[in-house]
């Protein structure tokens, strides 16, 4: 049966015509409080502006459905005696896919005659009730609806106030509130995991494209500063993503074909009682088609194929078991002009093979001990190995290496948690992790002086770290709320801890009008391998000197005003503050890892570097209503950071300012289908770097710097239009997607660094690859 269902839909995407009448679908989810995640049966669920009015109750699991809801956007409100009224607006609902709104709510403090509280749209208010300053959540469709997101998470939040896009397009890398990108923690479903990135080099915290597909995504959230204390091991932002449910009463799919390659994804019941559910999506891409499109791609040739899965498996009386996992393959070849007589440069007859695996899988049991308490616990395993091997022709064509790279770091943690709700002004959350590390490191290069080729470094090991927090939420009344915790971890490999308070507090003056503040300290693990980096001391002794090294530390500030100007359009302005210290520099030198985006450390480091951060973030939005939306963000900062020499420097991500301006504008056709263009132009400022001292290069037939003027020039402001177009065809059960999207649609392609070039003694910039187009055709049935 399920055989012919596929076969089916590949049938109707030739034949489209054949279903002409006007398609609806179901609208079915699940209404649950927000803290304890317990069921609110009876609670009112309305179809609002439908005609004639559509609408229903959830049952004694909470659950709901509407039928029969015809095709385009809507809007829901939901409320429940007691509970906060909501009201979700614009859901897109299509005849390809069943649309699944689960809706948590939020406790009422006070309830009598005198206190009405009105529904609400508060779309970017975060999904994490702890969360007060600094955060806003995001949904699926807006990485494919915002221009320049290209279906990447990471991409599409780049859009946000406070995040500095790369200048580089084939780049996915963003600096938050002018911190390295190294900062930032990524987590699935309550579980940290490394690096989630195809294309990525080691340390950082970007590659190419994310390697979790927005097929899987649920609603989730995105901080930029002052984080809850259930975060930790970061400095800048926290990537909270969370995998939805596979619809659990109903087989679905989705096939994807385009120029990025092939997107399979499956979901649907497991069993006949519609109870338990699996969700899966599979890609793989080949990018040829960019060394047509771009001189600099020539003859490299990126690859990547990722998994992305959730099991999830409700039992009546042992709670909620889930297995959710996702693993990235990808390899990038680069090959030399066999031709010398080609050569102009010398990428020409350079050769370079970059290759990731990632990996991560957690399986999670929930479970309500009473009917306050919700009860966590969950284990995972997660791997990621990093290689890189670079060799140059010489003139007899031989292959001489130069550098070769291999990074593999595996985790395996055991997590619990418990949440209790008193009464509806306090809640109550703690929990502890307990993290294996293991890690091997090989690292060898060709010495600049004497020409050989040799071990640099090596390190192996493994060690342990504990994380534990205990954070509450205190409602005093329903305009004024409180967050306050403890975050501590400790990393047994050199016996060092942290114990960092986290507070803040948000005030509702009025139904336009709201006031927040927020306080944090932070602190973060460099990558594993710099602490166990062992460098030669003879041929038969090795030390460690960064061993002992300390967390990475960071106070955050931050004070904000939400200004309602009417449920549709909001004014959000942030101010911010960030003094870090104990930052790794090296003694003597301009050197500090708070300017690091990644690659490998063989210097001994001491943590005595420090920083500042401090800027204002500015968001005006109009929520997608009547079929359009803008968003405006401006961020003005500046970034200070003191290195090994005691000298103030701009911090190389210290860009100053960044604007953007998106929006788009949906059409329905024929009543049913749909037409949307989407546009986004981005202005920023140029990253600080470090020059290359041309003379001495030469001289020495290497790339020196000019480190007396380390990160004193600027990389040039760079101007990015993206524009995105789609047009949906929605047929009875079945829809269509076409897809068009262009980044650097101008092909403005700016300078991004710059290499010494021996071989034409010369500097040479390094370019974006310019205009990237993906045309896609995708069909839900």
């Known amino acids: ?106 406790d009422l403090v006070v309830m009598s005659e005198e206190v009405e509280i009105k529904a609400t749209v508060n779309k970017d208010k975060p999904i994490n009730p702890m969360a007060m300053v600094s955060a806003r959540s995001f949904n699926v469709e807006e ?20 995040v500095v896009a790369n200048a580089g397009v084939n780049s996915n890398q963003i600096v938050i509130r002018g911190n390295s990108p190294k900062g930032l923690l990524w987590r699935i479903d309550g ?46 932002g926290v990537f909270d993503m969370r995998f939805r449910n596979g619809n659990n009463f109903r087989h679905e799919y989705a ?67 889930s297995l959710v996992g996702i693993g990235g393959i990808s390899k990038v070849t680069a090959k030399p002009v066999m031709d010398s007589t080609q050569w102009q440069t010398i990428d020409d007859r350079s050769e370079s093979v970059l290759n990731n695996k990632m990996g991560a899988i957690a399986l999670i049991h929930q479970i309500n001990l009473k009917k306050a308490t919700l009860f966590r616990s969950a284990i995972s395993a997660t791997y990621n190995f990093i290689s890189n091997a670079e060799t140059l022709l010489n003139s007899s064509y031989e292959k001489r290496p130069e550098d070769s790279v291999k990074h593999e770091n595996s985790r395996i943690t055991a997590s619990v948690s418990i949440s209790h709700k008193f009464d509806p002004r306090y809640t109550l959350r703690s929990g502890i992790m307990v993290n294996y590390l293991y890690y091997n490191l090989d690292i ?70 709201a006031l927040n503040l927020g306080y944090g300290l932070h602190s973060q693990l460099e990558d594993i391998g710099v602490y166990l980096i062992e460098i030669p001391v003879n041929s038969q002794t090795t030390v460690q000197p960064n061993r002992d090294l300390n967390f990475d530390r960071s106070h955050h500030l931050v004070l904000g005003y939400d200004y309602t100007i009417r449920p549709d359009l909001r004014l959000k302005i942030e101010t911010y503050y960030q003094y870090l210290y104990a930052i790794p ?51 003005l900062f500046d970034s200070k950071y003191t290195g090994g020499d005691g000298i103030e420097r701009n911090t190389r991500f ?103 070039d021996d071989f034409n003694h010369s500097i040479e910039p390094q370019k974006s690859i310019g205009i990237l187009p993906l045309i896609s055709y995708k069909i839900e049935f």
């Open 1 to 106: 049966m399920e055989k012919t269902r596929f076969l089916f839909g590949f049938f109707i995407l030739w034949f489209p015509a054949l279903f002409s009448q006007t398609p609806t679908q179901i609208i079915r989810g699940r209404i649950t409080d927000a803290e304890s995640k317990i069921s609110l049966p009876g609670a009112n669920i309305v179809l609002l502006n439908s005609n004639p009015l559509k609408g229903t109750t959830s049952n004694t699991s909470g659950a709901f459905t509407i039928e029969n809801v015809p095709v385009g956007r809507h809007t829901l409100k939901v409320t429940y005696v007691g509970y906060k009224p909501a009201i979700i607006p614009e859901i897109l609902v299509t005849s390809g896919k069943e649309c699944i709104v689960n809706v948590e709510l939020e």
């Open 143 to 162: 990485t494919r609806r915002y221009a320049g997101a290209i279906d990447d998470p990471m991409r599409m939040v780049a859009n946000f106030a406070g």
């Open 191 to 236: 579980v940290d995991i490394p690096n989630p990135n195809h294309f990525a080099f080691v340390g950082q915290s970007g590659g190419g494209f994310t390697i979790i597909s927005s097929q899987v995504l649920n609603n989730s959230d995105f901080y930029t500063a002052a984080f809850p204390a259930q975060f930790g091991n970061a400095l800048s």
């Open 255 to 321: 096939i994807q074909v385009g120029l990025q390659g092939l997107d399979i994804a499956a979901e649907g019941p497991f069993s006949k009682d519609k109870t338990s559910s699996y969700l899966f999506n599979y890609r793989y891409s080949i990018l040829s088609f960019l060394q047509y499109i771009d001189p600099w791609m020539k003859n490299k040739i990126p690859t990547f194929q990722d998994l992305s899965f959730k099991l999830n498996f409700p039992t009546p009386r042992s709670g909620t078991f």
């Open 444 to 513: 060898k290069s060709r010495n600049p002086f004497t020409g050989i080729f040799q071990q640099i470094n090596k390190g192996k090991g493994n060690s342990s770290m504990v994380q534990a927090f205990i954070e509450s939420r205190t409602d005093i009344t329903n305009n004024f709320f409180i967050s306050a915790g403890i975050y501590f971890q400790y990393l047994a490999l050199n016996n060092r801890y942290a114990l960092e308070p986290r507070l803040a507090f948000h005030w509702q003056v009025s139904q336009k009008h």
């Open 585 to 635: 520099v090296m003694s003597g030198s301009y050197f500090s890892m708070i300017n690091s985006t990644g690659g490998y450390v063989s210097d001994p480091l001491v943590n005595s570097g420090t920083g500042r951060n401090a800027g204002i973030d500015i968001t005006f939005e109009k929520f997608m209503t009547r079929e359009l939306y803008t968003l405006l963000t401006v961020s």
């Open 654 to 756: 210290n860009s100053n300012y960044v604007i953007n301006l998106l929006g788009g504008k949906e059409w329905t056709v024929k009543k049913k289908n749909i037409l949307g263009f989407n546009l986004k132009v981005t202005f920023s400022g140029g990253e600080h770097y470090v020059p290359i001292d041309l003379q001495k290069s030469i001289e020495q037939h290497r790339e020196v710097l000019d480190e007396a003027n380390a990160y004193v020039p600027q990389l040039p402001s760079f101007f990015y239009v993206d524009l995105t177009l789609t047009y949906r065809l929605n047929y009875r059960k079945v829809s269509g997607i076409l897809a068009i999207q262009v980044k650097d649609l101008l092909n403005f392609q700016p300078d991004i660094g710059y290499l010494y």
